[in-house]
């Protein structure tokens, strides 16, 4: 048995607004990609190879299933024409349909099945033609059946269309409440109707109710609560106090505290109601906090709190660094690059001297303990052009012109919060955890986070 | 924002008229000028019919514009909140500190009622 | 970057062949201890094709006023990625590239939208009269689990 | 670069073997100008070894030119270095591409 999946681009179009940088075959539903619940089932249904067909790009699709190995299922790829009907698709894919029989899975279609059920032999066994459609697809079979039968009753499957953000959410939704046991779920499930993933950080506090789904790197914070039929994808904070009940709150997001999102779809900065389809950007994540702090009075504290910890440094690393920075120089370990980054502000960059510190001499492991190659850039503190901790300073490159909107509250510093936090430097991981940061830290807590990246560094 | 005190009630009203958007270019001066109009009455209809936008500083005016009218024993009801705008409001369970109408007729007339009552 | 090997050719279409082989059996070399194989393929198809790219448009943009042209191939590594540069003396040329618009079916100007697609930086720098074009890759692959 | 040919129903089918890249692409669109030009064609790609933007740019020429005088081209049997270029430069919205000489030499 083989499965042909013919998908066309026009299909899956309206996905690319509401997850920008995923391909809409790779978006997740239950935290699982969806070409994996197909994959899953054409597996089921006894298939040996799979070939995905569509008129779109299917590069980023080819990435992530590669040869098909990891589901021990011969994976390929085909193109095909916009105009072109099932019929030409299977022509063009002639080699492929030839030998066994094909199951032709046509349109961006959910299909809903059981693991626990028996596909293979009914496949095998059923005759040819369309075995079931509705308006955005159809599942059909090639071939003649192997095994002799009477005509099929009700099938143990059906499809479900998916053309919308609510058909999305419904979906979601009813695999939530009625289908968990049915598909591969991913995540750690010690008792029925909860999945989590690896890393994920829940307080004592914070109420987690069930059905839910919560993917890798959450963090929970306290006095939160996950109320039911919830999916917490990968990467996200959930800040304290918030209550998420009945929503999808997608990978990469962060829900500020003290808020309420209920049958919703929470996306990167975007919160939409699946059911009338509103969207909005949620140009502030800390919506209520901002009306009783008092911004100006806190930066000039924290300028005042960041020079005193630069000094403090200063003077204790100005011994080591008048010693090393000589010695490392003279071996050519000591690495110097001035680059322009940006400060925040629009239009106003920094140029800034970074220092690498190469080699793995006694001079070098011990330059490098002591964050040596952030000494210079400790002066920019004292005059305000750098933070102590904060950003990891982005450098201006020709790609990307301004600083990209996903960095909100950025504030270029000697130190960045995803050191002190050992999280990932770069990357969308680190975006999370600076972003957290950048909402939250007082400069109390900034020194403390400056000691623990100092540490940190240090091993 | 158009500012104007409804006299169609026993009570003086003040209904005001939130235009396009109110974010933080403009939420200073609505609360600049919802002072003012505390001097005229204490309580308040916003009508957002016009209203498309609200960010965190638009909705922290208008928390802090319902602040001081309870301080002056007023009130601030909402009406014609559209989806947009009801989104962040539900959002911030700021939802919970108004009185919400969907049409400013209703929110002018609820004033009567609870003052007769 | 530590030099490996440099390779100057002659202006002729015909060793753009030379150039690309080379190319694809370092990154092969390079490769074989950092990634599996699947991967490795996908590496070596990337500097064979991207140097195949810049060799030819170094030979069709080459002035006629010089009869003896040659194009250098330069290849240097670090620990992870590995580095080409194609050297020449043709006249200055912009580097960026936006994708061709395919409907119009243009048989040219992929050349240097591919080498950006395929390598992870492209950098260009003049000096004196001479282009290079720089194009790295990291050989260890990130994608698949 | 060789070039041949052989004939199924009304189409010409022109297997290609070896490289197609700038030094050999001009061979090939010489070859297909020798044909008139309202023939239908089929370009069997499976022995293509290596393909670069040159003979991409050969293959989107003639493609045109068949376009034009109403005939038809289609690709067979692209291999996976072939096929990489064809998807990065979104050539294949140019093509129809079949898996098979004879399922494309029917239709």
């Keep these: 048995m083989k499965t042909l999946l013919v998908i066309k681009k026009q299909e899956y179009e309206w996905l690319i607004d509401l997850f920008p940088g995923v391909h809409p075959l790779l978006v997740p539903i239950c935290n699982k990609p969806f070409i994996e619940f197909l994959v899953d089932f054409a597996i089921l249904a006894g298939s040996n190879a799979l070939r995905i067909v569509s008129d779109g790009v299917l590069e980023d699709v080819e990435h992530y299933c590669e040869n098909g190995s990891r589901w021990g299922v011969e994976i390929s790829y085909g193109s095909m024409r916009p105009a072109d009907d099932t019929h030409t698709v299977i022509e063009k894919n002639r080699r492929f349909c030839l030998e066994e029989r094909v199951i032709i899975i046509s349109g961006f279609l959910f299909i809903r099945y059981n693991k626990k059920s028996e596909y293979a032999s009914l496949f095998a066994s059923l005759p040819s033609g369309e075995l079931l459609s509705c308006p955005n697809g159809s599942i059909s079979l090639t071939g003649t059946s192997t095994t002799k039968t009477g005509t099929p009753g009700t099938l143990p499957f059906s499809l479900a269309a998916l053309d919308s953000i609510g058909k999305y959410y419904e979906l979601s939704m009813e695999i939530l409440s009625t289908g968990l046991t049915h598909y591969v779920i991913p995540g750690y499930s010690s008792e029925e109707n909860c999945y989590i993933g690896r890393n994920v950080v829940i307080p004592k506090s914070a109420e987690i109710i069930k059905p839910v789904i919560i993917g890798n790197n959450v963090q929970i914070m306290t006095n939160s609560i996950i109320d039911k039929n919830s999916v917490i994808g990968s990467n996200v904070i959930i800040d304290r106090e918030s209550v998420i009940s009945g929503s999808i709150v997608i990978d990469n997001t962060y829900i500020g505290e003290h808020l309420e999102v209920k049958n919703k779809i929470a996306a990167g900065n975007l919160l939409i109601d699946p059911q009338s389809g509103t969207s909005i950007v949620m140009e502030d994540p800390h919506l209520l906090t901002t009306m009783t702090q008092s911004r100006v009075a806190g930066a000039l504290l924290r300028r005042i709190v960041h020079a005193v910890g630069a000094t403090f440094l200063i003077v204790l690393q100005l011994l080591p660094w008048l010693l090393l920075r000589p010695i490392l120089g003279m071996q050519g370990k000591w690495k110097r690059k001035r680059e322009q980054h940006y400060t925040g502000l629009p239009g106003k960059n920094v140029t800034l001297t970074n220092t690498t510190i190469e080699g793995t001499g006694a001079a070098s492991a011990f330059a490098k303990a002591l964050s040596l190659d952030r000494f210079t850039l400790l002066f920019n503190v004292l005059i305000g052009k750098l933070a102590l901790i904060g950003n990891l300073p982005l450098p201006v490159t020709p790609a990307i012109r301004r600083l990209p909107n996903s960095h909100e509250g950025y504030r270029p510093a000697v130190f960045s919060y995803a050191e002190a936090e050992e999280w990932p430097e770069i990357g969308i991981d680190a975006e999370i955890v600076e972003h957290y940061y950048a909402v939250h830290s007082d400069p109390l807590k900034d020194i403390a986070m400056t000691q623990k990246a100092l540490f940190h560094r240090t091993h | 924002m158009i500012f104007h005190l409804d006299t169609s009630t026993t009570l003086p009203l003040g209904v005001v008229l939130l235009k396009k958007r109110v974010d933080a270019t403009n939420s200073i001066e609505l609360q600049k000028a919802f002072a003012q109009w505390l001097q005229q009455t204490n309580n308040f209809v916003f009508d957002c019919t016009e209203l498309d936008f609200i960010d965190s500083s638009g909705l922290g005016a208008i928390v802090s514009c319902l602040r001081k009218a309870l301080e002056h024993h007023g009130d601030v009801k909402l009406a014609a909140l559209g989806p947009k705008v009801a989104m962040v409001f539900e959002l911030t369970k700021a939802k919970k500190l108004f009185s919400i109408f969907s049409e400013c007729s209703e929110a002018i007339q609820s004033f009567v009622t609870v003052s007769t009552t | ?145 | 670069m060789n070039i041949s040919e052989k004939t199924i129903n009304n189409y010409t089918i022109v297997s290609l073997q070896g490289i197609l890249n700038a030094s050999s692409a001009p061979k090939l669109k010489t070859y297909i100008a020798g044909m008139p030009d309202e023939q239908s064609l089929v370009i069997d790609l499976e022995n293509v070894e290596f393909l670069d933007s040159s003979g991409l740019g050969a293959l989107v020429g003639i493609a045109r030119k068949k376009k034009t005088s109403s005939a038809i081209m289609k690709l067979a049997r692209m291999n996976e270095r072939v096929k990489k270029v064809f998807e990065i430069t979104q050539a294949y919205t140019l093509f129809d591409i079949y898996d098979d000489v004879s399922a494309a030499a029917e239709a």
């Excluded at chain 3, 094709?49 to 448009?57: G, H, P, Q």
Aim: net charge negative; glycine share 2%.
């Design chain 3, 1 to 145: 970057m530590n030099p490996i090997i440099t390779l100057t050719l002659q202006a002729n279409l015909r060793y753009a062949r030379i150039a690309s082989i080379l190319a694809c059996n370092i990154a092969e070399i390079f490769a074989d201890c950092t990634c599996n194989s699947a991967d490795i393929a996908e590496f070596c198809h990337a500097y064979e094709l991207s140097v195949s790219e810049a060799f030819t448009n170094s030979v069709r943009y080459a002035k006629p006023s010089q009869p003896e042209k040659q194009v250098t191939i330069r290849f240097s590594s670090d620990d992870s990625a590995l580095a080409v540069s194609i050297i020449d003396t043709n006249p200055q040329f912009n580097p960026v590239t936006k994708a061709p618009d395919i409907s119009s079916y243009p048989e040219g100007g992929y050349g240097l939208f591919l080498i950006h697609r395929l390598m992870d930086t492209v950098s260009y720098t003049r000096e004196d009269d001479t282009n290079i074009l720089t194009m790295t890759k990291q050989a260890t692959m990130t994608h698949g689990t």
